[in-house]
């Protein structure tokens, strides 16, 4: 038996002799991905912040959506990259909290940014008149702080509960730290934690539920008029394709830790595993800033100022 207060570290398994047969190729793509999740994220919050005709609740949401995608990856790629140059892959007890912390409470304010971005569409494709009184500035800030400040909550209690599990052993198999592959290695009974899992599963997966009946409603109004259906074609999509991604990932990786099969080899698990880490902070900003018309317009207008004032430099 390890207990927890005095277990200093985790092995994680993750990259198998296949894997580290193509490190350099891997580092390389790591590299180029996280490249990318900063550049695309990056540009458009700065966009967003720089540019007041985006300062309507539907950029705000967005621009959230893109700071959690910063904030979120910052918890795996750092350690992903620093584990493909070295030849032992270990991280700290607290290290190791810390990141299923952070992940998880990614994903999770994912889901509830998605969500309100879903109300958004609702109110101004289903009561345009109301928009604005509805969606002020204020109560966008508002609910973009809940969004963010649940999900911590909700976390918060999940790591306390796994802080106080005895462990009979350190050894995770996976890229980097899950709550269930810390639970999998407790000694005593984890029920309890696994109750509490899965209620968060399904709170936050309940909100797909919700963005469904919304879209019902939604799809009711664009058929009434070409207006209706061009923004829901222009707003509504992305945000389809934004939820689809993140939802798909994410529900294969929890429920593949917990039921999936062991004949599947370790690389398509590191793969499966990593989707949603990888997948929607590269496409939600690229999908949102092709398709809105108003922010392809302000980073045109932002590239123009640019070019002219190195002119006159």
């Known amino acids: 038996?390890?207990?927890?207060?005095?277990?200093?570290?985790?092995?994680?398994?993750?990259l198998n002799d296949m894997t580290t047969k193509h490190r350099a190729t891997l580092f390389s793509l790591a590299v180029l991905c996280y490249i990318v999740i900063l550049l695309v994220n990056g540009s458009l919050t700065v966009l967003i912040i720089l540019d007041e005709k985006l300062h309507?609740?539907?950029?705000i949401f967005l621009g959230n959506l893109c700071i959690n995608s910063l904030y979120g990856t910052a918890a795996f790629y750092p350690k992903f990259l620093s584990d493909l140059l070295s030849n032992t892959h270990?991280?700290?007890?607290t290290g190791c909290l810390l990141q299923v912390f952070v992940i998880y409470s990614y994903a999770a304010t994912d889901f509830s940014v998605l969500t309100l971005m879903a109300y958004d569409r609702y109110v101004a494709i289903c009561r345009p008149l109301e928009y604005h009184s509805v969606m002020t500035k204020h109560r966008a800030?508002?609910?973009?702080?809940?969004?963010?400040?649940?999900?911590?909550?909700?976390?918060?209690v999940v790591m306390t509960m796994t802080s106080t599990v005895e462990l009979c052993g350190s050894?995770?198999?996976?890229?980097?730290?899950?709550?269930?592959s810390i639970l999998k290695l407790s000694c005593s009974s984890i029920t309890t934690n696994n109750i509490v899992g899965f209620i968060m599963i399904?709170?936050?997966?309940?909100?797909?539920?919700?963005?469904?009946?919304?879209?019902?409603?939604?799809?009711?109004?664009?058929?009434?008029?070409?207006e209706c259906r061009r923004k829901f074609m222009q707003t509504c999509v992305p945000h389809l394709l934004c939820l689809l991604t993140i939802s798909v990932a994410l529900l294969f990786d929890l429920m593949y830790a917990r039921y999936g099969s062991s004949s599947v080899s370790q690389s398509v698990k590191d793969f499966m595993g990593i989707q949603f880490l990888m997948i929607p902070p590269v496409l939600n900003p690229i999908i949102y800033g092709l398709?809105?018309?108003?922010?392809?317009n302000s980073l045109l207008s932002l590239c123009k100022v640019?070019?002219?004032v190195k002119g006159l430099g």
């Open 1 to 14: 038996m390890i207990n927890a207060t005095i277990l200093n570290a985790f092995t994680l398994s993750g």
């Open 56 to 59: 309507e609740p539907m950029y």
């Open 90 to 93: 270990v991280i700290s007890y």
């Open 141 to 156: 800030v508002l609910l973009v702080f809940f969004s963010r400040l649940v999900p911590l909550l909700c976390q918060t």
């Open 171 to 180: 050894h995770i198999e996976k890229l980097y730290c899950d709550n269930w």
């Open 202 to 226: 399904f709170f936050y997966f309940g909100h797909d539920l919700f963005i469904v009946c919304s879209y019902v409603q939604l799809v009711k109004s664009a058929l009434k008029s070409r």
């Open 291 to 296: 398709q809105l018309t108003q922010v392809r």
């Open 306 to 308: 640019s070019k002219q």
